[in-house]
C-alpha cells in the first residue's frame, strides 16, 4: 500500500484555517445574543465557581468587534496570555513545518509548572468574592 506524502506544512495551516472559521463565527454570531451557540462550562453548571477559560468566547468576540476593555471583562487571562501563547506557538509551529526554523515550539518541565501555577492561580483568584479580584469574574451566568 502506497502512503500519500502530504507537506509538512499541512497541519498548520490546516489548524490556522479551522481557527479562522471560528474567528469568522465568532464575528457573525454574539455568545451573548445566541446562548444555544456559545458552549456551556460544567465546572460552572456544577459548582457556581467561574474556570479559568469562564468568558473566553465572550471575551474573543469582543476582541474581534474592537472592545479591548469588554474582552478584558469578560475573561483577562484568555486576552492577555492565553491567545497570544497560542499565537505564538502556532506561528512557532507553521514557521518549523514550512522550514523557515529549525524547531517548533517545546515545552520544558519548567515552563509547563508556571503555566500550571498562573493557571491555578488566576482560577482560585476571580472567584473571590472582594475587591479587586471580583472583577476577574465571568459576568454571564454559564460561564
Same mark, same amino acid.
Given at each position: 500500500?502506497?502512503?500519500?506524502?502530504?507537506? =509538512?506544512?499541512? /497541519?498548520?495551516?490546516?489548524?490556522?484555517?479551522?481557527?479562522?472559521?471560528?474567528?469568522? !463565527?465568532? @464575528? $457573525? +454570531?454574539?455568545?451573548?445574543?445566541?446562548?444555544?451557540?456559545?458552549?456551556?462550562?460544567?465546572?460552572?453548571?456544577?459548582?457556581?465557581?467561574?474556570?479559568?477559560?469562564?468568558?473566553?468566547?465572550? =471575551?474573543?468576540? /469582543?476582541?474581534?468587534?474592537?472592545?479591548?476593555?469588554?474582552?478584558?471583562?469578560?475573561? !483577562?487571562? @484568555? $486576552? +492577555?496570555?492565553?491567545?497570544?501563547?497560542?499565537?505564538?506557538?502556532?506561528?512557532?509551529?507553521?514557521?518549523?513545518r514550512a522550514g523557515w526554523r529549525e524547531r517548533g515550539p517545546t515545552l520544558t518541565p519548567g515552563w509547563t509548572y508556571t503555566l500550571a501555577t498562573v493557571i491555578t492561580t488566576f482560577w482560585i483568584v476571580r472567584?473571590?468574592?472582594?475587591?479587586?479580584?471580583?472583577?476577574?469574574?465571568?459576568?454571564?451566568?454559564?460561564?
Amino acid at each position: 500500500m502506497t502512503r500519500i506524502r502530504r507537506p =509538512a506544512w499541512l /497541519a498548520p495551516v490546516g489548524v490556522g484555517t479551522l481557527g479562522l472559521v471560528a474567528l469568522g !463565527a465568532l @464575528a $457573525v +454570531l454574539d455568545p451573548e445574543q445566541r446562548a444555544e451557540f456559545a458552549p456551556r462550562c460544567p465546572f460552572r453548571l456544577l459548582t457556581g465557581f467561574d474556570c479559568p477559560g469562564c468568558g473566553g468566547t465572550r =471575551a474573543v468576540h /469582543a476582541l474581534i468587534q474592537g472592545d479591548l476593555p469588554l474582552a478584558l471583562d469578560h475573561n !483577562a487571562f @484568555a $486576552v +492577555l496570555i492565553t491567545l497570544p501563547l497560542l499565537t505564538v506557538a502556532w506561528s512557532m509551529w507553521l514557521a518549523a513545518r514550512a522550514g523557515w526554523r529549525e524547531r517548533g515550539p517545546t515545552l520544558t518541565p519548567g515552563w509547563t509548572y508556571t503555566l500550571a501555577t498562573v493557571i491555578t492561580t488566576f482560577w482560585i483568584v476571580r472567584n473571590l468574592p472582594f475587591e479587586p479580584f471580583s472583577r476577574l469574574a465571568s459576568t454571564a451566568v454559564g460561564g
